[in-house]
């Protein structure tokens, strides 16, 4: 099972999105499930295969809750040897690079694999994903769900 994290109201983009990957991930055989990062616990994370994360750019940096399930997965961590997609979004230009940086980082050290492409959307409350600038990005989101089905 794949683990869509994020942190979001149901209504919100970035579930709009998590709920877009999981819908593909269905597409493809597998289940998913979504959650937000302060939703779920150390020992849960044990039942995921891999990981996809939608992280919204708070403080130009990642949400404290996504931070805060890091550093209690343990030591050594439970994410480690977990296959992890990173999808970055903010309110205006970059799409959370410099959190989602920062991000890869943190979970390097941990030991989990942070796959590619990571995928950065910009301006995420008018984000529209049947329109023909978010064509490469809508590509993007098949191509990470996919991989993470494989694994």
Same mark, same amino acid.
């Given at each position: 099972m794949? +683990?869509?994290?994020?942190?979001?109201?149901? $209504?919100?983009?970035?579930?709009?999105?998590?709920?877009?990957?999981?819908?593909? &991930?269905?597409?493809?055989?597998?289940?998913?499930? %979504?959650?937000?990062?302060?939703?779920i616990?150390?020992?849960?994370?044990?039942?995921?295969? !891999?990981?996809?994360? &939608?992280?919204?750019?708070?403080?130009r940096?990642?949400?404290? $809750? +996504?931070?805060? +399930? &890091?550093?209690?997965?343990?030591?050594?961590?439970?994410?480690?040897?977990?296959?992890?997609?990173?999808?970055? $979004? !903010?309110?205006? %230009?970059?799409?959370?690079?410099?959190?989602? !940086?920062?991000?890869?980082? %943190? +979970?390097?050290?941990?030991?989990?694999?942070?796959?590619t492409?990571?995928?950065? %959307?910009?301006? &995420?409350?008018?984000?529209?994903?049947?329109?023909? !600038?978010?064509? $490469?990005?809508?590509?993007?989101?098949?191509?990470?769900?996919?991989?993470?089905?494989?694994?």
């Open positions: 794949i +683990l869509l994290l994020t942190q979001s109201s149901k $209504t919100g983009a970035n579930y709009k999105i998590a709920e877009d990957c999981k819908n593909l &991930i269905r597409h493809f055989g597998k289940d998913a499930e %979504i959650r937000n990062f302060d939703d616990g150390r020992e849960e994370l044990k039942d995921y295969e !891999s990981f996809i994360m &939608i992280v919204p750019e708070w403080n940096s990642i949400p404290y $809750t +996504l931070k805060g +399930l &890091i550093d209690n997965s343990g030591w050594p961590s439970i994410l480690q040897n977990k296959d992890v997609y990173l999808i970055g $979004t !903010s309110g205006s %230009i970059g799409g959370n690079m410099i959190g989602l !940086s920062h991000l890869t980082d %943190i +979970l390097d050290y941990i030991g989990a694999h942070v796959r492409p990571k995928i950065y %959307i910009e301006n &995420i409350q008018s984000f529209d994903k049947e329109s023909e !600038s978010a064509k $490469t990005t809508s590509e993007l989101i098949l191509k990470i769900t996919q991989k993470a089905c494989l694994t």
